[in-house]
């Protein structure tokens, strides 16, 4: 009948929004709002192969068009300088480590094109991390002062950085066919390279991992609903604790630094002369940072 009719048109209209969607690829491009530099943002998965090319036909393709002022790449000194002491050019880890950051710096050189470092630093972002870990863990046991209220203020702040703006990007981009047959690849990169960078680190998270492992034993006759509460309760205030450490510490307060320093790599003299800044981020930061760009001066 008609509302067979109607129901199957339903569902290839969203069948073709989902393939147009995959093939849509993780780069924005807009005006920044108060530079009024033209901005093209790069969504990546860190390591994955695909987003390595993505990088650098979009700088290639600004470069050739005459129009690229700037590369800045989601790094700070202290991590780059790390990276490139471990995966220097030419070197087996930096073959085996192939990243989109220092693809997208070998692509600026090759057009002698200037490279900014646009993230916060290594450092602070520890420091902040540190402290609204701890913060979380005081205003969770003090819900009567208002602890709880500034926890979901800021979980739902957080959470409004991942929505897409006009123009932004679309969650079903992530389902990208290439991106995903590559992310196995990504997945094997990005931990050795940070066993290159911190064996150190790597060792004490393995140790605490088995420690806690060895430490979790079977729960004794008659208190598994017991053992069931506890867990559900220890799962429910990690989400909570680390939600808002992701949310806020490692995703809202960079997309502000990473959008500051897009402006001042704008407003910086380049030898190109060009009008486009040319960001490489993590996929994850690319609505946020627009948001950022499009919507307010204050930054």
């Not at 050795?192 to 150190?200: D, Q, T």
């Not at 309760?233 to 809202?252: P, Q």
């Amino acid at each position: 009948g008609k509302y067979t009719r109607c129901k199957m048109l339903s569902v290839l209209l969203a069948a073709y929004i989902s393939v147009t969607a995959l093939q849509v690829q993780p780069v924005l491009r807009f005006r920044d709002t108060k530079t009024k530099s033209h901005v093209v943002l790069v969504g990546t998965m860190h390591y994955n192969p695909i987003s390595i090319a993505l990088t650098k036909s979009t700088i290639r393709e600004q470069a050739l068009e005459g129009s690229l002022r700037s590369v800045l790449v989601e790094s700070c000194p202290t991590r780059w300088n790390s990276t490139l002491d471990v995966q220097p050019p030419g070197s087996i880890a930096r073959w085996v480590c192939d990243n989109e950051m220092q693809a997208a710096a070998d692509i600026a050189d090759e057009f002698n094109c200037a490279i900014e470092l646009g993230d916060q630093t290594i450092e602070e972002t520890g420091e902040r991390c540190t402290q609204i870990l701890a913060q979380t863990l005081v205003q969770l046991a003090t819900p009567f002062s208002g602890g709880w209220m500034q926890i979901a203020e800021d979980i739902t702040c957080g959470l409004r950085q991942l929505e897409a703006p006009p123009g932004g990007l679309m969650p079903l981009v992530l389902l990208n066919p290439s991106l995903l047959v590559a992310t196995p690849i990504a997945f094997i990169r990005y931990p050795l390279a940070v066993a290159l960078k911190s064996p150190i680190l790597v060792l004490l998270l393995t140790s605490l991992i088995a420690f806690g492992t060895s430490f979790s034993g079977q729960p004794a006759a008659g208190n598994e609903l017991v053992e069931l509460g506890e867990s559900i309760s220890l799962a429910a205030i990690e989400t909570i604790v680390l939600g808002r450490v992701f949310l806020v510490g490692l995703l809202e307060e960079r997309n502000f630094a990473i959008a500051r320093n897009i402006r001042r790599a704008a407003r910086a003299k380049s030898p190109r002369g060009g009008n486009t800044v040319v960001a490489v981020l993590g996929m994850a930061h690319l609505n946020g940072v627009m948001q950022i760009l499009t919507q307010t001066r204050v930054v």
